[in-house]
């Protein structure tokens, strides 16, 4: 933002001139991507602050030896609460500091200034998750694939007598009183077949609910998070300045 000095009113005296200047501000440019950046940078750097208090704090409430652990409803509530208020310190500090550093004396571009802030940080928190996870689910496929292949070729190299091992694997359990053909006639029964398709129903029923909820959430704490970035931005955008010279 540019600003040009005009002259409001000028007093000639005998002793001198004094002359009362006022600096109006000039619409050259809207949006300051030097604040915008650097209120994402305090975003995510308070974030990760914040976090590690949080994690200091309920490590510290864990203690197995005593039997003191909070137990996990309660533990995953507090952590949830923790969260969405570090989150939404974070923003409102990172939008104050993005209007402030915009330098432009208006209300609604101060606010702009917070929303960019805010967003630009959701979308990079959001591309580290995931790369980040990314990796980590590739390397354990990755592991998981050469466990395998070596699996199948520790098997190809050793020849034993299969049928010789199955029997007596099932001798040995119907001397512990397991019947393998009752367990296989069980398994195939129509009935045991329902009781397991409705047991499946109900747990993709119970993951449904808690993806819904989960998406709820994360819903809400955006838009809290981008009202947090654009209240900031607004508080803090600087006034207009007065100068006499």
């Known amino acids: 933002m540019n600003y040009q000095t005009g002259v409001a009113d000028t007093h000639h005296g005998v002793a001198g001139t004094h002359h009362a200047a006022v600096v109006t501000p000039t619409a050259t440019r809207r949006?300051?991507?030097g604040a915008v950046f650097a209120g994402v940078a305090i975003i995510l750097a308070v974030q990760i602050t914040l976090a590690l208090l949080g994690a200091a704090i309920g490590l510290g409430t864990v203690d197995?030896?005593?039997q003191e652990t909070p137990d996990a409803s309660t533990f995953g509530t507090a952590a949830g609460v923790y969260w969405g208020l570090s989150i939404l310190l974070s923003v409102l500090l990172g939008g104050w500091v993005a209007g402030r550093l915009a330098g432009i004396p208006r209300n609604f571009d101060g606010l702009i200034h917070g929303v960019l802030a805010?967003?630009?940080?959701?979308?990079l928190t959001v591309y580290l998750l995931t790369t980040s996870i990314g990796g980590l689910i590739g390397g354990a496929f990755g592991m998981v694939g050469n466990v395998a292949r070596t699996a199948t070729e520790a098997a190809s190299n050793t020849n034993p007598d299969m049928a010789g091992m199955a029997g007596a694997v099932t001798d040995k359990l119907k001397q512990s009183g397991i019947d393998v053909g009752r367990i296989k006639s069980e398994a195939q029964n129509p009935a045991n077949q329902q009781q397991a398709e409705q047991k499946a129903r109900e747990a993709a029923d119970r993951s449904?609910?808690?993806?819904s909820k989960a998406s709820l959430f994360a819903f809400l704490a955006l838009v809290l998070g981008a009202a947090a970035g654009a209240i900031g931005g607004r508080m803090g955008?600087?006034?207009e300045i007065l100068a006499v010279h």
């Open 64 to 66: 197995p030896l005593a």
């Open 118 to 123: 805010w967003s630009v940080g959701t979308l």
């Open 237 to 239: 955008r600087p006034k």
């Open 208 to 211: 449904a609910s808690v993806a």
């Open 31 to 33: 949006i300051s991507w």
